[in-house]
């Protein structure tokens, strides 16, 4: 894994599809929906664990962008 489509992706095997026009707030949506898969059981820790630092990653970037701090 190592891009977020490959999160996505992982989303989608669960039947899960995020958009909603924003691109930060879709990143956090993807972070709960993430949790709530691993805390069902239904990935595994090195699944999680890389999406999550993935996700955390790209919201780090898009704060960058728009120059906040964080």
Not at 25 to 39: F, G, S, T
Request: charged share 30%.
């Amino acid at each position: 894994m190592k891009t977020i489509y490959d999160v996505q992706q992982i989303l989608k095997r669960f039947g899960t599809f995020i958009y909603t026009g924003d691109r930060l707030v879709d990143m956090e949506l993807m972070q709960i929906e993430i949790n709530e898969l691993y805390k069902a059981g239904c990935i595994d820790i090195e699944e999680y664990q890389l999406a999550i630092l993935l996700l955390r990653k790209e919201v780090n970037r898009l704060h960058t962008e728009k120059g906040e701090k964080i």
